[in-house]
């Protein structure tokens, strides 16, 4: 038999029979992106430009499990203690030539 408790049964500070940990924060919405654009110069050299972002959208990422703090001890209880990085964003240009040397064709 299981024997439902209310709030107002239990004692002030107490924890009464909630599990450990009872709640969990939001999915993961994670999105990263990448454009580039290659250009060629002439017949032998090309430029590529490349931006890329990571988490795009600048949704909050919270670390799984430890994210929540759930010790009722702490003075953080119930605060959000870790998360994942904010946007990251990186741009590169990219500079290609090549040559041919007798039958061997070089990349660089």
Known sequence: MFLART???CEV???CAVPRRPFSGPGINNWDLALHKVTKL???KSL???LETFNT???TQFDGYGSVDGNINDATFGEVVKSAPPRI???A???FFW????NQQCVF
């Open 7 to 9: 709030a107002s049964e």
């Open 13 to 15: 500070e107490s924890t």
């Open 42 to 44: 002439t017949e032998s």
């Open 48 to 50: 590529e430009l490349r």
């Open 57 to 59: 959208f600048n949704h």
């Open 89 to 91: 964003s990186q741009v």
């Open 93 to 95: 240009l990219k500079f």
């Open 99 to 102: 040559w041919t040397s007798g």
